[in-house]
């Protein structure tokens, strides 16, 4: 107990006491985005007990979820999270206390504060009473907010490291049964699709972390088909694996809550964020480490850049047909009314983000060594502030018919960095053996 | 037959390469030697498209590289440490993605790449580790089979003996051997002299730009009377070094 007093308040302090400039400016702007995301769930709870006139609510509720749009994209995609050793090298003078504060100071980018926050938060927006939103909203807060999400993150990141997807998993398990415990047993769909989205949620992360244990063997290893390795990379390797399966389980998540949403508008828009930026961010900019070795073997063997971009297709395409099954599924059973709008909206997305991740994959690059895990920097800030620009131009089709001209834009975005990519393809690859050359 | 015409490579303001000019028979090992920064890895990007000549070009069988790059790599194979595999996929897989970017039916690729490795490796069931539990030596041989796999008729290695082990050295130095039978070229790059002295035919020692030896192995030796490491020697250090101003550092 005594040691765990001296942590929260050495973290406090320390914390306070960090005097790095660039950390101290996110951190205000982070912070600003986490108290504003704390207001959304807090307007939801007073949404119950009908302190707001609609209006007053409906403007608070949109923006707030800005802000939540806004956090979760700057948690998410910002290169989230390093150990204070890596973000300043032991070279730099600086005291323990500094590289503590700091080290805290990246805390509120760890994206476990997300997880944790939507997975408790989802059955809290969803919640019937006041009573239960309120008792939620403490779960949630006191695991998200530091120093509590600091000590969570040094328990699963320096303790239990390998179990860390398995917590993540559990958090669903607890997210769906919260929302069964609590939730209104009128709308079966939702308690039913909660639960299957936890416990699956739960199964694979066993799976995978069973996985990581066993090493990185194929599960398909014996037999033979020349397009296999890479059609089936999301499921034999394991980083892309987890990648792939947080990235459609999180989704289908999103695409439940929205759908079962009163203010259609502003659900949609917020899961088209999270729709196929989920795949194609955390999928398409997390296969660096791919690339790097796949552009040289391609160059070494064949000159054609048709036969290199089928291949970086080839990567992206079960993952992507899994997903697409499942959101016209729920999309289908849930929200018939939309199903047209995702069957135009879903391959259009895709291609334009497809275009994107490989464009920043080659010109943006994060390389990940590792498994994926959360608190790796591990995502290319700018590449997905360009996808989540080209969305935003896409989900715009929702403010009306004459937007779905604005659909051209994306395209010609996509258009125009793939051609990029190809024309500088050659140039990168040479300049890349000039500067190996001038070496040797 | 390959023929390097009159090919010149500069970067920046620096040169590297000079209206440099040679020809390539088959059944012959060549053995490209030189100092560190003479330009060895530049002509063997050249020479495989991957750099772009200033002047000059290179010519497979009457094809220019610049205008036929994808069908000379596909009967060239090329070892070099510069290239990279896919770290992310097993031996196994890198192998299969090989085989599939030249083209080869699946069946006959997996009895090429197996049987290959069977001969380089001990252990067949390190086919299926991850490269990234792959040592130098062991990325090495896999970097080999992957470049032989489709029998190209010209072979390119750049120091393939680095970070191989004695007994992986004689395997590798056997298969360079057996390779050449079949009416195919290799050009190898080496500073391990002595082994390229049991392997090379002819020599090719690239020094100021240009080639300023470009014959066989035994000229280049005198008739065997000299030791290659002293031939290289007298070719690129003409003139005796001073070494009065180092001699602080050999006294007591």
């Known amino acids: ?440 | 037959m390959i023929e390097i015409q009159n090919i010149s490579k500069s970067f920046g303001d620096e040169v590297v390469l000079k209206n440099l000019h040679t020809e390539l028979h088959p059944n012959t090992i060549y053995g490209l030697l030189g100092k560190n920064g003479a330009g060895k890895t530049t002509l063997i990007n050249l020479m495989m498209g991957f750099l772009e000549a200033d002047s000059g070009d290179v010519v497979f069988d009457g094809k220019s590289i610049q205008h036929y790059a994808h069908e000379i790599k596909q009967s060239t194979g090329i070892l070099s440490d510069d290239l990279p595999l896919v770290d992310q996929l097993t031996g196994y897989h890198n192998l299969e993605f090989a085989a599939s970017l030249y083209g080869l039916p699946a069946g006959e690729a997996k009895m090429r790449f197996t049987s290959l490795f069977e001969y380089f490796f001990d252990d067949v069931n390190e086919l299926h580790k991850p490269l990234k539990q792959y040592s130098t030596g062991m990325r090495k041989k896999l970097m080999l089979i992957s470049a032989v796999m489709h029998k190209p008729i010209v072979l390119i290695m750049d120091e393939p003996f680095t970070g191989l082990d004695p007994v992986a050295v004689k395997q590798m130095i056997e298969f360079i051997r057996s390779y050449k039978q079949a009416s195919r070229t290799l050009l190898i790059s080496s500073h391990d002299l002595s082994y390229i002295e049991r392997i090379a035919d002819h020599i090719l020692v690239l020094h100021d730009h240009k080639f300023v030896f470009n014959d066989t192995l035994k000229q280049f030796t005198t008739e065997g009377s000299t030791m290659i490491d002293e031939a290289l020697y007298n070719i690129l250090v003409p003139e005796e070094r001073n070494t009065e101003d180092i001699n602080w550092l050999f006294e007591n």
């Open chain 1, 1 to 440: 107990m005594k040691s765990l007093l001296i942590l929260l308040k050495g973290n406090i302090y320390r914390f306070f006491k960090a005097d790095f400039s660039m950390v101290k400016l996110s951190l205000s702007l982070i912070g600003f985005l986490a108290v504003g995301f704390y207001g959304f769930l807090l307007g939801r709870v007073y949404q119950s007990s009908g302190m707001f006139t609609p209006e007053q609510l409906l403007l608070l509720q949109d923006g707030l979820l800005f802000a939540v749009l806004a956090t979760g994209v700057i948690k998410d995609f910002y290169p989230s999270y390093r150990n204070s050793s890596d973000v300043i090298g032991k070279q730099f003078a600086l005291s323990d206390t500094r590289r503590w504060g700091i080290n805290l100071g990246y805390d509120f980018l760890n994206p476990y504060w997300l997880v944790f926050g939507l997975l408790l938060g989802i059955p809290l927006i969803m919640a019937p009473n006041a009573f239960s939103s309120t008792a939620l909203l403490c779960v949630t807060a006191s695991l998200s907010v530091p120093p509590f999400s600091h000590i969570i993150r040094q328990l699963i990141d320096y303790k239990f490291r390998s179990v860390t997807f398995s917590i993540t998993g559990l958090a669903g398990l607890i997210a769906a049964f919260s929302f069964c415990a609590l939730g209104d047993f009128t709308t079966p769909y939702r308690a039913v699709g909660f639960l299957i989205i936890g416990i699956a949620a739960w199964y694979f992360s066993r799976i995978v972390y069973a996985q990581e244990k066993v090493g990185a063997r194929s599960l398909l290893s014996g037999t033979s088909n020349s397009s296999r390795p890479f059609l089936w990379l999301a499921f034999t390797h394991p980083q892309l694996r987890k990648v792939c399966l947080l990235a459609i389980i999180f989704k289908a998540g999103f695409l439940v809550l929205a759908l079962q949403s009163d203010d259609h508008f502003t659900e949609l828009v917020y899961i088209l964020f999270y729709s196929p930026i989920f795949i194609f961010s955390y999928f398409g900019n997390n296969i660096w480490g791919m690339t790097h070795g796949m552009f040289p073997t391609i160059q070494r063997i064949t000159s054609s850049w048709k036969i290199s971009l089928s291949y970086l297709f080839r990567i992206l395409a079960v993952p992507v047909l899994i997903d697409a099954i499942i959101t016209f599924a729920i999309v289908g059973i849930f929200q018939r009314g939309d199903l047209l709008f995702f069957l135009i909206f879903y391959p259009v997305s895709a291609l334009s983000l497809t275009g994107i991740a490989f464009w920043s994959n080659h010109f943006l690059p994060k390389y990940i060594e590792n498994s994926f895990s959360f608190s790796k920097n591990s995502t290319s800030f700018w590449a997905n502030i360009i996808a989540l620009i080209v969305t935003g131009m896409l989900s715009s089709a929702y403010a009306g018919p004459a937007w779905y001209a604005l659909w051209i834009l994306p395209l010609i975005i996509t258009l125009t960095a793939v051609l990029y990519s190809i024309q500088h393809f050659e140039e990168g690859i040479r300049k890349v053996f000039g500067e190996l050359a001038n070496r040797g």
